[in-house]
């Protein structure tokens, strides 16, 4: 076992809307080099999350480390938020996040749009960003679609280009949510190959998906979430072969159905 801090860790996580508790005292970790992935049924927690891992939701109670440190808060209950811009700028540009809707800018062609939060945001050289991103593009295998803007481009193409896009950040994990529920199943398996490629060169990632084939082909953990708490967790041949809890055969009986 390595010394070495979680990239994520999330203890007693809770989070609400209003009346609506979404997640109820959740933990999770996702070691270096490790894919973590997050399954469960709609309204689960799965999405909410992920979206206070990288701090674009702020959660009411609990904490949230990055990297053995813990974010700094101010407030507390529905009134708490970061306590350190500074620190949520550099968490939120080390946790790349994927989005269900690929969210390109349409009006930059694809090599602009991978380029441009790693200069505008991080201040780097154009250059060595021009070049890592063409890098980045040829590794998911668009490399011929620098100069193709995102409307000429298949879903499973844009997706491919947003995964660059969050790679050219070198962050330290990746954040994936829902990256092939938008696409055709054709498409998909374009996403899936790309995503299997980044798990086999050991990068940290934590996936949502309702790809249980994906999940248990990439993972070395997976979470049920049920109703904003844990259900049952466990490594991915265990957990999708010798599931403990009926809610859990009852959502994999559903989803293979």
């Given at each position: 076992?390595?010394?070495q801090?979680p990239?994520?860790?999330i203890r007693n996580?809770?989070k609400?809307y209003?009346?609506?508790?979404?997640?109820?005292?959740?933990?999770i970790t996702?070691p270096?080099?490790?894919v973590v992935?997050?399954?469960g049924?709609s309204g689960s927690?799965?999405s909410?999350?992920?979206r206070c891992a990288?701090l674009?939701?702020?959660?009411?109670?609990?904490?949230v480390?990055?990297?053995?440190?813990?974010?700094?808060?101010k407030g507390?209950?529905a009134g708490r938020?970061p306590g350190d811009?500074d620190?949520?700028?550099?968490i939120?540009?080390?946790?790349?996040?994927?989005f269900?809707?690929?969210?390109l800018w349409a009006?930059m062609?694809i090599?602009?749009n991978?380029?441009?939060a790693p200069?505008?945001v991080?201040?780097?050289?154009?250059?060595?960003?021009e070049e890592?991103?063409?890098?980045?593009?040829?590794?998911?295998?668009?490399?011929?679609?620098?100069?193709?803007y995102p409307a000429q481009?298949?879903g499973?193409?844009q997706?491919?280009?947003?995964i660059a896009?969050?790679?050219?950040m070198?962050?330290?994990?990746?954040?994936?949510d829902?990256p092939?529920?938008?696409?055709?199943?054709e498409?998909e398996?374009?996403?899936?190959?790309?995503?299997?490629?980044?798990?086999?060169e050991?990068?940290?990632?934590l996936i949502?998906?309702?790809?249980?084939?994906?999940?248990a082909?990439?993972?070395?953990?997976?979470?049920f979430?049920h109703q904003?708490?844990?259900?049952?967790e466990?490594a991915p041949d265990?957990l999708f072969g010798?599931?403990?809890?009926?809610?859990?055969?009852?959502?994999?009986?559903?989803?293979?159905?």
């Amino acid at each position: 076992m390595s010394d070495q801090a979680p990239v994520i860790e999330i203890r007693n996580l809770h989070k609400a809307y209003g009346d609506l508790e979404v997640l109820k005292g959740v933990d999770i970790t996702a070691p270096a080099g490790h894919v973590v992935s997050l399954i469960g049924s709609s309204g689960s927690g799965k999405s909410t999350l992920l979206r206070c891992a990288n701090l674009l939701e702020d959660s009411q109670q609990g904490e949230v480390l990055f990297c053995g440190e813990p974010v700094v808060w101010k407030g507390a209950g529905a009134g708490r938020r970061p306590g350190d811009h500074d620190q949520l700028i550099r968490i939120r540009t080390n946790l790349s996040m994927v989005f269900q809707q690929f969210n390109l800018w349409a009006h930059m062609t694809i090599l602009q749009n991978v380029m441009e939060a790693p200069v505008t945001v991080l201040k780097r050289d154009k250059v060595e960003v021009e070049e890592a991103a063409r890098k980045y593009l040829a590794k998911v295998g668009i490399g011929d679609k620098c100069d193709a803007y995102p409307a000429q481009l298949s879903g499973g193409q844009q997706q491919r280009a947003a995964i660059a896009r969050a790679l050219c950040m070198e962050p330290k994990a990746l954040l994936f949510d829902e990256p092939t529920s938008a696409l055709d199943p054709e498409l998909e398996q374009e996403v899936v190959k790309v995503i299997k490629d980044l798990a086999n060169e050991g990068r940290t990632m934590l996936i949502v998906t309702h790809d249980m084939r994906m999940a248990a082909d990439v993972s070395d953990h997976v979470v049920f979430l049920h109703q904003g708490k844990i259900e049952e967790e466990g490594a991915p041949d265990v957990l999708f072969g010798q599931p403990k809890t009926d809610r859990l055969r009852g959502f994999l009986s559903a989803t293979v159905s």
